[in-house]
């Protein structure tokens, strides 16, 4: 590593994303941000058209499984599809479903995968289950893990075979990760607080104040962020520190692999 970089991906587990997603293309151009999406199988298959024309035009698309991630009620969308409460046989399967729909939707055979609601599904058998299955598809890469990892191995490890490149925290909170859900002031409406871009601004500064090197990364929901002022002034505080943005196949580099 030889600086401090930005690695910022886009999770689009609800029907509100696609349309988000357009909304953003000309700011994520603006600030030279790879676009990369992480979309279960149910939800590209419900808004084919536009992931399809969002890969036409350079996007990059993870495996995100195939059930779907979200679901409304009560005024509102909530998660559902936790691998922790699923077996085994099924995991498998939704991995496999989940790479079958990225290639039939976007054309792209995905080399990189994201697990749905990660966060619960961290202990080592789990993490082995995935990673093996990713091995047996000839994956190059899984960010599925939590900012502990990177404190513990660095921005990257070696998981059988698989590249892991865990998520990243903040300088306030290290071991936890900054995404747009936790920011949010309502989750109803989507507003997002200013405390997301408070933190992700106090880190880049610190960190390179520090002379450190690594990657920040990062996800967030396209629905959550797309128009939102803190997101928008986080882009921005990014590209005046002239700090890096790399995508995935950018890592891969880094760390020696073939992409």
């Known amino acids: ?14 029907d509100l994303d696609p349309a988000a997603a357009l909304d953003l293309e000309p700011l994520l151009k603006e600030h030279g941000i790879q676009a990369t999406f992480a979309v279960p199988g149910a939800q590209l298959l419900k ?3 536009t992931y399809r024309g969002l890969a036409e035009r350079g ?28 077996p085994e046989e099924e995991v498998i399967a939704d991995i496999r479903d989940g790479h079958r729909i990225v290639q039939e939707v976007t ?18 058998e789990q993490l082995a289950l995935v990673h093996g299955t990713l091995a047996q598809l000839g994956y190059a890469f899984s960010s599925s893990t939590l900012p ?6 660095g921005p990257w490890y070696d998981a059988a075979g698989i590249l892991e490149i865990p998520t990243f925290g903040t300088w306030a909170a290290p071991d ?28 880049v500064d610190q960190l390179l104040g520090a002379g450190a090197h690594g990657i920040l990364n990062y996800y ?36 020696g692999r073939p992409v």
């Open 148 to 153: 502990a990892q990177a404190l513990l191995h």
């Open 176 to 203: 936890t990760l900054l995404d747009s859900w936790s920011h949010l002031t309502d989750r109803h409406n989507y507003a997002l607080g200013d405390s997301f871009y408070d933190l992700f601004a106090e880190t």
């Open 220 to 255: 967030v929901d396209p629905a959550h962020v797309a128009g939102q002022a803190p997101f928008q002034r986080a882009l921005e505080h990014a590209t005046r520190r002239g700090l890096a943005s790399i995508g995935f196949n950018d890592v891969l580099r880094l760390a």
């Open 59 to 86: 996007a990059h698309f993870l495996n995100h499984g195939g059930l779907p991630h979200a679901e409304f009620r009560d005024g509102r969308w909530w998660g559902c599809t936790f691998y922790a409460r699923m």
């Open 1 to 14: 590593m030889d600086r401090l970089y930005l690695l910022l991906s886009f999770d689009c587990d609800t």
């Open 107 to 124: 054309g792209q055979t995905p080399r990189g995968y994201r697990t749905a609601h990660f966060g619960g599904f961290q202990a080592p």
């Open 47 to 49: 808004a084919a058209p």
